[in-house]
């Protein structure tokens, strides 16, 4: 079971109400959640079956349901199987597939949804030259990958240089993080995978990064710890 509690004016409680909740209240219609994720003002979860259903604020289309009307309880996101992972922006959210792609939906006003357009979208699409994904992570108007191979890829509002890439010029479609003289960790496994580059990638929407916690306009690495030379 999910329960949630707090602000209500969009629904993001899942409760079927529009009242802000002082205590935990189970989410409507929701059953084998395997993963759950909380954006600005909509709430996600992933089944265990790899559907995605969401509920809450709607206004750029952040539920998937090719609407944007705003739902008090669990709705399924349209054409989306096989999921993974999820993750929520502030207006915007990804899920990574079994096979390795992206597909993300809702506001892409800086081309947060690596399309490489800027129109939003109100039901999932794929993000553009993006395979053999591992982990995504989404800031409040960015988005970010690590690949198999070790690689960050992130795109969408680079206002504050979140993307990593040397610019502060917003991306429509993945770029490369430039770690420069920054020294790499040494191979490393992790979930399955023989990790050459980044262990693990967040983005501080939701958490607090190394800075700006207010704007919450950063990224940050955390790298494994290195293996002894013996």
């Known amino acids: 079971?999910?329960?949630?509690?707090?602000?209500?004016?969009?629904?993001?409680?899942?409760?079927?109400?529009t009242r802000y909740r002082q205590t935990p209240v189970r989410v409507r219609g929701l059953h084998n959640e395997a993963e759950i994720a909380v954006g600005s003002l909509h709430s996600c979860a992933r089944l265990t079956t790899g559907r995605v259903r969401c509920w809450?604020?709607?206004?750029?289309?952040?539920?998937?349901?090719?609407?944007?009307?705003?739902?008090?309880?669990?709705?399924?996101?349209?054409?989306?199987?096989?999921?993974?992972?999820?993750?929520?922006?502030?207006?915007?959210?990804?899920?990574?597939?079994?096979?390795?792609?992206?597909?993300?939906?809702?506001?892409?006003?800086?081309?947060?949804?690596?399309?490489?357009?800027?129109?939003?979208?109100?039901?999932?699409?794929?993000?553009?030259?993006l395979r053999n994904v591992a982990e995504i992570s989404l800031g409040s108007q960015h988005s970010c990958a690590r690949l198999s191979t070790g690689q960050l890829l992130c795109w969408g509002r680079n206002a504050s240089g979140q993307l990593g890439d040397g610019t502060t010029r917003n991306r429509q479609n993945p770029v490369e993080v430039?770690?420069?003289?920054?020294?790499?960790?040494?191979?490393?496994?992790?979930?399955?995978?023989?990790?050459w580059n980044a262990a693990r990638i967040t983005t501080s929407f939701g958490a607090y990064g190394p800075y700006d916690k207010t704007n919450k306009k950063c990224s940050y690495i955390r790298f494994p710890n290195r293996p002894n030379s013996d």
């Open 56 to 129: 809450g604020r709607n206004s750029s289309g952040q539920l998937g349901t090719r609407t944007a009307r705003d739902r008090q309880i669990p709705v399924r996101v349209q054409s989306l199987r096989n999921v993974a992972e999820i993750a929520l922006g502030s207006l915007h959210s990804c899920a990574r597939l079994t096979n390795g792609q992206v597909r993300c939906w809702g506001s892409n006003e800086f081309g947060q949804l690596g399309i490489r357009t800027a129109r939003d979208s109100r039901a999932p699409v794929q993000v553009r030259g």
């Open 1 to 17: 079971q999910v329960r949630c509690w707090g602000a209500n004016e969009f629904g993001q409680l899942g409760d079927l109400t």
């Open 178 to 195: 430039q770690f420069g003289n920054v020294s790499k960790p040494r191979r490393f496994p992790l979930e399955g995978f023989d990790d």
